[in-house]
């Protein structure tokens, strides 16, 4: 790899000098608004569970516009990232996102990668505002991609999606969802999504909810690994890397910093390339809304705030109690409740909500044990002598 393009270095500087000024406690950085829950596909990591119809209580046009009149309240303007389901099953998702662009928010696209992402809809999503769009690929060959997505030809679908989407100039972004079965396959991901020219890679490890519940995440070891891989590797790629539910990647950039740096969310990495200055998790810099129209951290995290747009969902991102807890590290428990990272990192909230119930508890997907210092911590727990290891010695992120 020749390093970052210019588009995803512009991404990544756009991304980063936006996150430095904001104030998560007043504005979420991306909300993520499932339109729907209707989908053609029935992917086994389906995080909404998505249906073949649409839901007849799903949020109406009207209560859909004013959803976003609210949104557009927050200061400065958050992305608005149309997702699902498979957004492209509402008619009125061009509306919406001409709507949103027209209120100043910058409007992200998820569409699924089906017989509906047409040429003509990836002109219209331009025309209307779209900024980006964003394909999910799995796998970097079809049997495997096409076994996530539970559909023969989806491979080739999301291929013809992504070239339609070229050629309306909308910029590119890819979705993996990285669990056991794909986890010895991702380094092959590079190239393909270089091929693809995208200007991100945003990397989800996988929280066990929805049907993902009936996939194997990865061990805290082969979490460590596959995120040490990535933050070595991210410097090499030509498109901007993203990671989800993964907070402990800015632990693992702290380390490679070298400088043990403990300032709070506020840091900024000493290379002031590799990472936002300010660490979005569930609830901090991040909000989600359901189909609808409940007001969650996290489509990760099913617990709601309340039902927008009756309640304003600006509200209920600054005041509800479990929003303001999910912004105080002093709030967790557990393991993270006791790190000196829980201001940059704090744990993937979703993560622990789904494999304990507790929402402020332990992450189980970190190897690191608190109160050691960065370089004797692989003294702790075996996973993280483990990881430790593999890191130091360049091995492959593939073992689960
Ligand atoms: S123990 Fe929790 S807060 Fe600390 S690095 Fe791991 S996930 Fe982050």
Known sequence: MSGTSSAARAARAERD???????FDRSPFVIAWELTRACAYACAHCRADAQPRRDPRELDTPRALALIDDIAGFDPAPILVLTGGDPLMRRDVFEIAAHADRRGLRVALTPTATALTTPARMVEARAVGVRRVAFSLDAPAAALHDRFRGFSGSFERTLAGIEAAGEAGLPLQINTTVCVLNANVIERMVPLIAGLGAVQWSVFFLVPT?????????????HERLIRWLDRSAAEFPFDLKITAAPQHRRVALERAGDGGLAGAGYRFADGLRRPAKGVNDGRGFMFVSHRGEVMPSGFLPLSAGRAPAESAVRLYREAPLFRELRDPGALGGKCGRC??????????????AVSGDHLGSDPSCPYQPGKSLSSSSSGSSEASSSRATASGGGPPGTP
């Open 17 to 23: 000098g936006r996150l430095a000024g904001l104030d």
């Open 210 to 222: 929805g049907r993902g519940r009936r996939l194997a995440m990865l061990s805290a070891a082969g």
């Open 340 to 353: 000196e990272f829980r201001e940059v990192c704090g744990g993937s909230r979703a993560r622990a909500y």
